[in-house]
């Protein structure tokens, strides 16, 4: 039994899912290919980090609320970041995928199969629900360990391992959770294979409840593949593979029950794909399915979901070894959705719009091309989802604060695009885009305006987001347009341009083929190491250095020289 909870955690932590632990454990491979985390700040960035845990499919993480790493695994054992085994951790999802596997160090070779939430009354104690696979495309049990980080010097412990909540066959879209609508609680979600029936766990202070119910059709049961996946709002549910197609339902956060079920067919050969992914855009209006070689959108706000369906991609020819597929699916912190080819690959597609309809969601394959493959994503809840505000479950005295979060794009000229990616149910935003010359134009109250400037330069851009509780303003600089004039001289021959120096964190650059991957490298004084970044972005963030003088390195993909610069890191 779980110990009485001690404390009230916060519910407006924000950045739990602010890194993405991944890596693919395969010979012949390199020890290099297990240090892959996918940082999500301004801009995510892709860093190698060293680590004892190797991965093979279940990767699920927890950060704090300002973004740091607390705890990770990899469906084998459990880890924390300075590298020690969580105790007692050793052991997770016991039968034939462990013994095959995990025996070997290589990782759990399941997807979608294990998510953590931080206990609702205790933040110490860390919570992973996962699913073992006893037998070759058999599932069985939705088991539960629990780690207290604060045991054994502070090296934690798992004091509960591989209790089983749900015992039972289990479908293979895995397991999915989302806040209660009191803001604190969490359910958590697995359906049973072969049968219409949902298992629904709830975590709360008090201890665990789980209930089950039956609606809508009979699952006949892929092989393998498919996710289950909440909306960010928490009001529906959603389940896709290319057997069974596309099921969604209304979901009830105060009692965790389902209704009206809808069951969109589709008329084609998606029958013999095995694999499918899921996603919803951040403003849980369109809905995305993969089925290998294609992926559609669905409007769930359309009267009739199944004939809004549009089909927004068709695989590409392989790039990356293999990857000419559009596999499993994940909705960043940042707005965008990540999408990973099948099999261990060194490509990952990207969705840079889902909030737009048809083909506007620019959906662009292989715009990563990493150092080394992955194979897996995380399957993260919506960290950032409130209570129902005025519902029956609003009972804690806990309200929705807005949180100002948001991301620009540039357009050819001065044009620059910008996206609202704020949470907690703000219902007004206000921008202003720092050109105070543009008279009206300097502001929109628009959730993804755009904003064309008088002239290359930076510009500070501020979001203001507010609803019934509050208001949050959220500030950067944007660079547009920027010329030679206005950035340091380029440096090595080869045309490019590094700027602004001194800077306060951000660094950006030109001259970098569109979509090139780029490894950032920075070293202080002493010659030190002290920050890599792989990214296809054309910018970096080095606020989490001191203030200092550093050189900033550009390297290609061969290792070749783009540019290099000193610059000075001075904070405001």
Known sequence: MLPLAVSISHIYAQKQDNIW???????????EAEGINFVFNDSMQIVNTPRNMTFFGTTSSMCDSNGSLIIYSNGCFIEKPNGNNVENSEGLNPGLLYNIWCANSKGYA???SMVVLQDPGNPELFHFFHIPSVAPSFLKDVLHTVVDISANNGTGTAFVKNEAFVSDTIHYHGIHAVRHANGRDWWVVAAKKFSNRYYFIQL?????????????????GVVYGGQIVFSPDGSKLARFDSQDDLKVFDFDRCTGTLSNPVHVKLQNMADIERFAGLAWSADSRYLYA?????????????????SSMQVVAIADPPVCFLSGSIGTMELGPDGMIYCRPYNGQKCLHRMKHPERAGTACAFEQNHYQLDYPIDGLPHFPNFRLGPIDGSPCDTLGLDNHPLANWRYDRTP????DFTSVSWYNPTDWLWDFGDPA???ANSSTEKHPAHTYPAPGPYEVCLTVSNQYGSDTKCKTVWVGTTSSLSPTPSDGEG????????TGMVYWSGVPEGEPVTVRVVDALGRLRLERHTTEHQA????????????????REGQAFGAKAVVLAKK
């Open 290 to 306: 993969s089925e290998n070689r294609r992926l559609l959108q669905y409007d769930t706000y359309a009267t009739d979901m199944g």
């Open 204 to 220: 709360t202070p008090e201890g665990i409840k789980t209930q089950y119910q039956e609606i809508g059709s009979v699952d006949t």
């Open 541 to 556: 963030d080095l606020s989490a250095l001191e203030d200092g003088l550093y050189f900033v390195a550009l390297l290609g």
């Open 438 to 440: 543009s008279g009206g």
């Open 110 to 112: 399941l997807e979608n």
């Open 413 to 416: 000229g001065l044009g620059v």
């Open 496 to 503: 490019v341009i590094l700027w602004p120096n001194p800077t």
């Open 21 to 31: 632990v991944l890596g693919y454990n395969y010979e012949p491979l390199t020890p």
